[in-house]
């Protein structure tokens, strides 16, 4: 991921948190994402609860159509 992301991320975290919020209550998820935090080539997302793979789906489909991005590997739950 390039700094131009990185620092696209950090500037407007909280437009894609009402973002993700938006696409996970439309499919009548519990779940809400609290925080986006950016380390070392990753972005990790906090939520309220402990998520699903469809959550997880949801949240990578977002950050991949706000930033345009293909290079993302994988999501994962810690």
Request: proline share 1%; net charge positive; hydrophobic share 45%.
């Amino acid at each position: 991921m390039s700094k131009n992301n990185s620092n696209a991320i950090v500037f407007q975290a909280k437009i894609y948190i009402l973002n993700i919020n938006k696409l996970l209550k439309g499919m009548k998820s519990e779940v809400l994402a609290d925080f986006i935090y950016f380390n070392n080539k990753r972005i990790i997302i906090t939520t309220n609860k402990a998520v699903v793979t469809s959550d997880l789906n949801v949240m990578e489909k977002c950050i991949k159509k706000l930033f345009n991005l293909n290079d993302i590997m994988s999501s994962c739950l810690p």
